[in-house]
T-cell receptor, first 115, second 117 residues
Framework: AQKVTQAQTEISVVEKEDVTLDCVYE???????LFWYKQPPSGELVFLIR??????QNEISGRYSWNFQKSTSSFNFTITASQVVDSAVYFC????????????FGAGTRLFVKA | DAGITQSPRHKVTETGTPVTLRCHQT?????MYWYRQDPGHGLRLIHY???????DKGEVSDGYSVSRSKTEDFLLTLESATSSQTSVYFC????????????????FGQGTRLTVV
């Protein structure tokens, strides 16, 4: 069965600090997809990144970077030089090709960035 | 932005009454999902659909039913609403392919806040 664990419920940092959000997943499938979403205080869910199980390359997009490690079943998200606008709830999610592509989410990590 | 519309956006209903939430998409995506979001639980999958009249249960399907008679519409019904079904409900769509990762990500509607009193 697929499962996503985000052990950090809330994180509070001061602006310009770097912060890493952890995501650990469980799957028996060999073909799967991992995602990160952002939910700002306004409530909408914003897609940030997708990674498939055959591509372990790390990715950087501006101040955001993602570290995918199959050996530890982790897909961690780092924000460099955090800003107040990064304050949001961040969700990690998993979709299995063999599981009908249903997407399962972690419980989310609420990030507070203080000025 | 993906064309996903949820209706209504807000609803207050009484315990024991039936409620139907509608999700409409203009993207012609094959998969549609209903999630509920509650504090401390993140997003939990209620039901999903992988085609017209093809649906399956998610993690928290008890007390909910769904129907999909057209590609663009996915309905979530609470047959007899209970206070435990007070939540924010999100619809999502995706269009995954077994041959590649195109459109595997889910795009979400703006949510429906349902209060059962």
């Amino acid at each position: 069965a697929q499962k996503v664990t985000q052990a950090q419920t809330e994180i509070s940092v001061v602006e310009k600090e770097d912060v890493t959000l952890d995501c650990v997943y469980e799957t028996r499938d060999t073909t799967y997809y991992l995602f990160w979403y952002k939910q700002p205080p306004s409530g909408e869910l914003v897609f940030l990144i997708r990674r498939n199980s055959f591509d372990e390359q790390n990715e950087i997009s501006g101040r955001y970077s993602w570290n995918f490690q199959k050996s530890t079943s982790s897909f961690n998200f780092t924000i460099t030089a955090s800003q107040v606008v990064d304050s949001a709830v961040y969700f990690c999610a998993l979709s299995e090709a063999g599981g009908g592509f249903k997407t399962i989410f972690g419980a989310g990590t609420r990030l507070f960035v203080k000025a | 932005d993906a064309g996903i519309t949820q209706s209504p956006r807000h609803k207050v209903t009484e315990t024991g009454t039936p409620v139907t939430l509608r999700c409409h998409q203009t993207e012609n995506h094959r998969y549609m999902y209903w999630y509920r979001q509650d504090p401390g639980h993140g997003l939990r999958l209620i039901h999903y659909s992988y085609g017209v009249k093809d649906t399956d249960k998610g993690e928290v399907s008890d007390g909910y039913s769904v129907s999909r008679s057209k590609t663009e519409d996915f309905l979530l019904t609470l047959e007899s609403a209970t206070s435990s079904q007070t939540s924010v409900y999100f619809c999502a769509i995706s269009d995954p392919s077994n041959t590649g990762q195109r459109n595997t990500e889910a795009f979400f509607g703006q949510g429906t806040r349902l209060t059962v009193v």
